[in-house]
């Protein structure tokens, strides 16, 4: 099937992806890549329309049918990239760490594709700004793809597909998992408020460092009570004294930030609810005031058996029976998730591995992609986007 992606075709893609991957940029400042995107669709003659500040959607409609949509995602992440690439990132602390440079690429491909191919109906080219968060989204809380699903501009379309490349997957493999696939994530922050002063002092005052040490700890008691037997993880990730350091000033305010994940969702609603019990008993045991702020929630991702089935004969054309591979569950925040709760979708994991024995996860300074792994993306973005048609008719 990859041999759909002939050597000219290829060589332009890694140009692109390459071009993408030197110029990383953040959520919602995708402007030179949305530019490119955009100049590559006029290129193709297929119309589209600017949403969410910096998206793009494509629109490809050759007579009546369904509307299917495919997906990338376009941003990088504040990581100073360390892989030693001759065409490592020029942004200094960006970089396309995730694979988003290959997502945007593969889509672009299965665009010059698909521009050839016979169908009867419509794809929808989804180009999505900001799908690692919403630290500068236009909406307080609402990550690209939820400003893209808000938009109401996919709301006719029958299906979705994404893909996600996967660093530690042989090439020429295909990951999946159906129902709920990739977790609930809440991003929060939790601001501990107490009375500072001196240390040697202590009967007049309440240290917001030992509550905070106190909240972490129990926190974690949490997950065995409330999910002993379901994917779930609470993680701190920053703690910051929200005064100048000392060793002789006890702070009045401590500030924790993390991520609480599960990947069933009545299970995080659950934990949501006993973490928000937790910190009013510390209010009431220490007397202090301790406020706890969600500032982002993505949903679990839910992939449907149904489309998984429709897409099975692709699968094996593209990538051979032997080679698709059922995973388990992970505690992975993907706003994909947003589509698959407005459709029937199915999300994808790429094998793009280099080295098996020097080879690291998503996000990692060193991070490194197989280029190979267009070819059969794009195949498969393309021949899926056709079966789906077919299969809605």
């Known amino acids: 099937m990859t041999e759909m992606i002939d050597t000219a075709l290829f060589d332009k893609l890694v140009a692109i992806r390459r071009r993408l991957h030197q110029n990383p940029e953040l959520g919602f400042k995708e402007f030179k ?30 007579g009546e049918g369904p509307a ?18 001759t065409f490592h990132s ?21 665009a010059h594709l698909l ?75 939790i601001k501990i408020t107490g009375k500072g002063g001196h240390p040697g002092a202590m009967e007049h005052v309440t240290d917001p460092v030992l509550i905070s040490a106190q909240l972490i700890v129990d926190a974690q008691s949490i997950i065995s009570h409330a999910a002993p037997l379901q994917p779930a993880v609470i993680a701190f990730t920053h703690t910051e004294s929200l005064a100048p350091p000392s060793f002789n000033v006890i702070p009045q305010s401590v500030l924790l930030q993390g991520s609480l994940r599960a990947l069933n969702i009545d299970t995080y609603q659950r934990l949501v609810a006993k973490l928000r019990a ?18 982002a929630y993505y949903p679990s991702l839910l992939n449907d058996p149904a489309i998984h089935e429709k897409l099975m004969p692709v699968q094996d054309k593209v990538f051979g029976k032997n080679n698709l591979r059922e995973v388990p569950g992970q505690l992975i925040g993907e706003d994909f998730a947003f589509y698959s709760r407005l459709m029937p979708s199915q999300f994808y994991f790429l094998g793009a591995q280099t080295d098996p024995d020097n080879s690291f996860y998503l996000h990692h300074p060193k991070v490194i992609f197989n280029e190979e792994c267009i070819k059969s993306g794009v195949a498969f973005l393309a021949e899926g986007a056709l079966a789906l048609i077919n299969s809605h008719r």
């Open 115 to 189: 521009k050839e191919l016979p169908f009867a109906g419509t794809v929808q080219l989804v180009f999505q700004p900001s799908e690692e968060g919403n630290a500068r989204s236009p909406e307080k809380g609402k990550s690209g793809g939820q400003l893209i699903i808000e938009s109401g501009k996919l709301d006719n379309a029958q299906a979705a597909l994404g893909l996600h490349v996967h660093p530690l997957l042989p090439p020429g493999q295909l990951g999946y998992k159906n129902g709920e696939a990739l977790a609930n994530v809440g991003n929060f922050s």
């Open 33 to 62: 890549t949305s530019a490119l995107v955009q100049e590559h669709l006029h290129a193709l003659d297929i119309s589209f329309e600017i949403v969410a500040g910096t998206g793009v959607i494509g629109t490809l409609r050759k």
């Open 90 to 110: 020029i942004n200094p602390g960006v970089m396309h760490a995730c694979g988003h440079d290959l997502h945007t690429t593969m889509l672009l491909g299965a």
């Open 68 to 85: 299917i949509v495919l997906r990338a995602d376009m941003d990088a992440l504040p990581i100073v990239e360390d892989t030693g690439l």
């Open 278 to 295: 937790l910190v009013k008993g510390l209010e009431i045991s220490y007397g202090c005031q301790i406020e706890l702020d969600f500032s």
